[in-house]
């Protein structure tokens, strides 16, 4: 097995895609982080809290009369935390996953570790899809797959590599990324703004939360991991059905962009595992529920996996 | 001993039929030439052998192991080639290789040079595929089907884009295999090639065997021996072969089927009644003849 994986981990980094990919993923965050830097000034935070408070005051009393893009669940959490950061004097932004657009708060290399889930999930979604779609697709495409069968191995245990290799690197990928990010924030922002807490609001026990800012990166990194997992073995399992990367790309972003519309949630949808995947939204149903729902899923898609991959007669060119 | 045997082979998808009631052995040391027109059903066959679709019925048996019960163990020793080397062509034909290796126990660096170096890929062999000829993608799917040293070697067109030089080694390299004991199962259209490399034919038709049978018996057409006998003229012949079978081929010519202890008596026969007898030959058909005989008029590619 451990050759088996070898061999998977020799055709993925002997590729120029990947790297052109991780690339083009730097460039990016790296661009966003810059302007971010060059956005921000300081201002005096007490103030622009208390401005703010009374901004989101008048639009919750005004909701129904204004016409505003915020949700009333963004403007009740904005209030809750300007409450909390005017009453202990905080004086750094603590509005990061419901920003007030009129009103904006400096940022600093802390937010933006916070908020990188948010920034590049999209990046990190593509590059989980383009590796699973590729160790599976691009075998049965070229007809390398036939290499593979006809080797002294049970298709199960070929399968087995393939998932690995893809959920260890996914999890590696995702490592890399907090951690490129740790440092591009560090260096433009500074390092000192990683000493102060992670405040969050929890809407479901309608309370304030701290944590250390470490702990916090490294439960949302935990929470996502569901996401991307069940990504890669759902585009594995397309790979085999469908034989087409492009295609298969293509059902799996979109499976993705679905599973980001809240107004797609109902009684019965609430319980497919695309709307309960990524842990850090707020509109599970609960995180014991939607943990389960997530191991279910992956078993189930596992299981399919091995079903098709072993019973799938390898076609004529 | 048979290294490779298959009994009463057939696929079925859903009412279509592709092969049936084939069956066949291949022992140690044989080259069996696997004949048939295109859509005859021979990578359909190959495929049933090596695991790579699923057998509606019947059975494969490789040195003894059962292709569906014990997979592992019957393709262990099986090298392949199917429909065309598959080849990582953005790696080098040693990352290839490497792989292939990986697949197997102890199969060292030294066995990758060397299988390199036996399919005359030595100079090339850290160049990436995608900058090989054709011949070189076919010759290094070679190297990847003995790395292992097999002892049933299957090649679908081994010759396919080869030149005459890549060609002629080629047919050396895969008589030496044959020399060494392993058994070969080769699939082509390439008479010519199965004529110079096989000791048996097997030839397919619309998914059915027509025959097994050494490449001899294969060009026999019929159980009698002919002779081609040329003269100055064959007017009134018909009178000296009252008690012979033959067909008058042309102005000259007559195919007479006679033994061979016959021959010397009827050439003094033609000599006795002042015919000039200029040749006696005995009638050997190439495959091509034979296979257009026994098959039928398909087109061959």
Known sequence: MIKLIKNELIKIFKRKNIYILLIIGILIMLVLNIFEGIKTQPVDMQKQYKRLYENDKMLLENFDKLETKDSYENIVERIKLEEYAIQNNIKYNIIINSENNNVTLPKDARYLLIKMFNNFDILMIFIVIYLSSTIISEEYNSGTIKNLLVKPHKRTKILLSKI???????????????????????????????ELESIKYNSLTNNIETMDLMQNTITTLLKKEPMYLLLSLVSMLFGII???????????????????????????TKYLFIFNWDLTTNNIINIAQSISICVISFLVIFILLIIIFKKKDISNE | MKVLECNNLKKQVKNKIIVQDISFSVNKGDVVGLLGPNGAGKTTIIKLILGLIKISEGRVLINGYNIEKDFVKAIDKVGAIVESPDLYMYLSGYDNLKITANNYKNISKDRILEVARIVGLDNRIKDKVSTYSLGM??????????????????????????????TIEMRNLIKSLSNQGIAILISSHNLTEIDNLCNRIIAIKSGKMVTDETIDEFKQ?????????????????????????FEIIDKNKIRIYISKEKVSELTKKFLTNNYQVYLVQEEQFTSEEAFIKKVGENKID
């Open chain 2, 221 to 245: 057409i019929s159980n009698e021996s002919s002779y081609i006998f040329e003269l100055n003229n064959v007017e009134n012949v018909d009178k000296i072969l009252q008690n012979y079978k």
């Open chain 1, 164 to 194: 690995v290799t893809a959920i260890f690197l996914t999890i590696i990928i995702s490592i890399l990324m907090v951690v490129f990010q740790y440092l591009l924030g560090g260096i433009i922002f500074g390092f000192d703004s990683y």
């Open chain 1, 242 to 268: 469908t034989n087409n990367i492009a295609l298969n790309i293509l059902i799996s972003l979109g499976l993705y962009f679905i599973s980001t519309m809240e107004f797609l949630i109902n009684n019965i």
């Open chain 2, 137 to 166: 993608r076919q010759r290094l799917g070679i190297a990847e089907a003995i790395i292992n040293s097999p002892e049933l070697l299957i090649l679908d067109e081994p010759t396919n884009g080869l030149d005459i030089e890549g």
